[in-house]
């Protein structure tokens, strides 16, 4: 009888411990926090970074400039600092590293970064990166770059935000996360490559980089649904992160899954032309998030207005589902595929 009693005692601790984290209070609280990136609060600060007063970022200009520190505000009032091994939020890009041929000189520019500590894996870093700056003015016109890549960019805000949250409820990631806006991209990924040649934290301890580039509009072989994101990259280096995004798409976000730039044969050859492309070619996995190129490209007409913030709620959704798992789950991914 006594023996019973104790089996009893030990049972209902058991359950009662089995039961303070329910299975399915991870997957509810996924979706809380993912639910907290929405489309009122991504226009609300697209229409800051992408307006007429920041005079289309150009890099290294006073708009730019001015964007940034918009930026590092939204990430103070997040409770999200800077990386502790940095002296402060910038990293500077000299413009010596960013001269290429013919082109015109720029200004000596920087790259932002935000931080998140892991708490079981603090030195495995996960990246999470967007280009803040565009193309500037051109013939007194304001380019003002609101999908390219103010889209981007202010996803990466809502993203670290709802990180920040579930921290503060106790549910702060395993390994840590480098939001990384980078400088110069429109002039030949500049910003990416510096930060790649002179990361902040070892390469070797990346586990991925997860690049949004446009992803705030439709494309005109999606002229009747916004319920798509190309995917590009995925499956290069690692095919954990190919099927990992694929899950947590089919468990969170229900996009469809595009995979034409992804093919090693497509002319645009999408794959090479944006931030990710430094991290694969130094042998981290990397996948990018893409909504296609529309008639407002590079154009004075690339305004907020335009943009389909459901679409790029959904979108930037997926990217935070996706990074969760990444930096949540018990081993970083396998580099097993030679990146071509």
């Given at each position: 009888m006594k023996k019973n009693i104790i089996s009893g005692g030990l049972l209902t601790l058991l359950l009662i411990s089995c039961n303070a984290v329910p299975k399915a209070q991870t997957e509810a609280d996924v979706t809380k926090?993912?639910?907290?990136?929405?489309a009122p609060e991504l226009s609300t600060h697209l229409h800051?970074?992408?307006?007429?007063?920041?005079?289309?970022?150009?890099?290294?200009?006073?708009?730019?400039?001015?964007a940034g520190k918009y930026l590092i505000e939204q990430y103070q009032k997040s409770g999200i600092s800077f990386p502790p091994k940095a002296e402060g939020?910038?990293?500077?890009?000299?413009?010596?590293?960013?001269?290429?041929?013919?082109?015109?000189?720029?200004?000596?520019?920087?790259?932002?970064w935000a931080f998140i500590e892991g708490s079981e894996k603090p030195n495995e870093i996960l990246v999470v990166s967007a280009h803040y700056d565009h193309v500037g003015t051109k013939n007194g016109e304001v380019y003002n770059g609101a999908d390219d890549d103010g889209s981007g960019t202010v996803a990466l805000l809502e993203i670290a935000?709802?990180?920040?949250?579930?921290?503060?409820?106790?549910?702060?990631?395993?390994?840590?996360?480098?939001?990384?806006?980078?400088?110069?991209?429109?002039?030949?990924?500049?910003?990416?490559?510096?930060?790649?040649?002179?990361?902040?934290?070892?390469?070797q301890n990346t586990i991925a980089d997860i690049n949004i580039d446009m992803i705030g509009r439709r494309d005109t072989l999606h002229p009747d649904t916004n319920n798509y994101v190309y995917v590009i990259g995925s499956d290069r280096l690692s095919s954990e992160l190919h099927t990992i995004n694929e899950a947590v798409n089919k468990k969170y976000t229900l996009l469809e899954l595009d995979y034409?730039?992804?093919?090693?044969?497509?002319?645009?050859?999408?794959?090479?032309?944006?931030?990710?492309?430094?991290?694969?070619?130094?042998?981290?996995?990397?996948?990018?998030?893409?909504n296609g190129v529309h008639k407002d490209y590079h154009m004075a007409s690339d305004t907020p207005d335009k943009i389909e913030y459901d679409a790029l709620a959904k979108r930037a959704q997926l990217a935070f589902t996706l990074a969760w798992e990444l930096a949540n789950r018990e081993e970083r991914i396998v580099v097993d595929k030679d990146g071509k």
């Amino acid at each position: 009888m006594k023996k019973n009693i104790i089996s009893g005692g030990l049972l209902t601790l058991l359950l009662i411990s089995c039961n303070a984290v329910p299975k399915a209070q991870t997957e509810a609280d996924v979706t809380k926090y993912m639910n907290t990136i929405t489309a009122p609060e991504l226009s609300t600060h697209l229409h800051i970074v992408a307006s007429d007063e920041m005079e289309g970022r150009d890099t290294g200009t006073e708009g730019q400039k001015k964007a940034g520190k918009y930026l590092i505000e939204q990430y103070q009032k997040s409770g999200i600092s800077f990386p502790p091994k940095a002296e402060g939020w910038y990293q500077k890009v000299p413009s010596e590293f960013m001269a290429k041929g013919f082109a015109p000189k720029l200004n000596d520019s920087e790259n932002i970064w935000a931080f998140i500590e892991g708490s079981e894996k603090p030195n495995e870093i996960l990246v999470v990166s967007a280009h803040y700056d565009h193309v500037g003015t051109k013939n007194g016109e304001v380019y003002n770059g609101a999908d390219d890549d103010g889209s981007g960019t202010v996803a990466l805000l809502e993203i670290a935000q709802a990180f920040a949250k579930a921290k503060k409820d106790g549910y702060g990631p395993k390994r840590s996360i480098l939001f990384l806006h980078v400088t110069g991209e429109e002039h030949g990924l500049h910003g990416s490559r510096y930060y790649s040649e002179n990361p902040l934290f070892p390469l070797q301890n990346t586990i991925a980089d997860i690049n949004i580039d446009m992803i705030g509009r439709r494309d005109t072989l999606h002229p009747d649904t916004n319920n798509y994101v190309y995917v590009i990259g995925s499956d290069r280096l690692s095919s954990e992160l190919h099927t990992i995004n694929e899950a947590v798409n089919k468990k969170y976000t229900l996009l469809e899954l595009d995979y034409k730039y992804n093919d090693r044969n497509d002319p645009e050859r999408i794959y090479y032309r944006s931030d990710h492309y430094n991290f694969a070619k130094k042998g981290v996995p990397a996948i990018f998030f893409f909504n296609g190129v529309h008639k407002d490209y590079h154009m004075a007409s690339d305004t907020p207005d335009k943009i389909e913030y459901d679409a790029l709620a959904k979108r930037a959704q997926l990217a935070f589902t996706l990074a969760w798992e990444l930096a949540n789950r018990e081993e970083r991914i396998v580099v097993d595929k030679d990146g071509k």
